[in-house]
């Protein structure tokens, strides 16, 4: 049980120290870790707001959201139990 709670106890400051360094030069310590092959950080030029795909993406939420909306009134209906009183 001793053991236990040193090795949390020596894991818990040795996080306080990493998140300290961290607070302090507002980067991480040490050289940051490549991506893995075929993942990549999406910019703002890999965005097409008005393109074809887009718009069906958009257009399938919506559908989407307008049953949602109808199930939630529906549901909201079927709680109601209040009796006028």
């Not at 996080?15 to 030069?25: F, G, H």
């Not at 993942?39 to 959201?65: C, I, T, W, Y």
């Amino acid at each position: 049980m001793r053991a236990l709670f040193l090795a949390a106890s020596v894991l818990a400051g040795a996080a306080l120290l990493c998140t300290d360094a961290i607070a302090q030069t507002g980067e991480l310590v040490g050289p940051r870790p490549n991506a893995p092959v075929g993942h990549f950080q999406p910019r703002g030029a890999n965005f097409f707001p008005s393109s074809v795909a887009n718009e069906s993406e958009q257009k399938l939420l919506s559908q989407f959201d307008e049953q949602q909306k109808k199930w939630d009134d529906e549901l909201d209906r079927k709680l109601n139990i209040c009796r006028g009183c």
